[in-house]
């Protein structure tokens, strides 16, 4: 049986040196070793988009990675995007335009919708949300709500923010 080796990685601007055993995912490491439990299980292989996560600053499901490939990444999670400026016009709208029900997807989407900020030139509209959360997948909401609240943050957050351009 393999032992438990400690990983290096940076998460949420943190040094962390968890114990990863054989198999285990980045998703398990996140949860039960670092306490970040935002990032959600939904479905465990890939399909869902609940566990994402940012890393290297790539939105990416943290339950398809081993945590042992994750050394010397840096991995944000939802909690790590507290200050971010992007992910506070999601929250905002989501919530005003009644976007979080069971709220389980919610994490995810802004993870993912944050990557597609920080990489437009230019507002995403609706297809581009559309597309760009074609992996994320809520049971409650029916998206109309998510998307309309997406593209309404893209668009703040562009007014507000010029040099969002290329970030
Ligand atoms: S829990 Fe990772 S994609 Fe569903
Ligand atoms: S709000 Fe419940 S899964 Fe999306």
Known sequence: MTAAVAIALAVNGEALSPLAGPGETLLDIL????ELTGSKRGCNTGVCGACTVLVDGKAA???LMLA????GREIVTIEGLDGD???ALLREEMAGAGAVQCG???PGMIVALTDLFRGSAEPPDA??????LGGNICRCTGYVSIVEAAVKAGRRAVGSEPGMAGR
């Open 31 to 34: 949860r039960s070793r670092a």
């Open 61 to 63: 499901r943290s339950c």
């Open 68 to 71: 042992a490939d994750c050394a």
């Open 85 to 87: 400026p992007h992910a």
């Open 104 to 106: 389980y997807c919610t």
């Open 127 to 132: 297809g581009a949300v559309r597309h760009w």
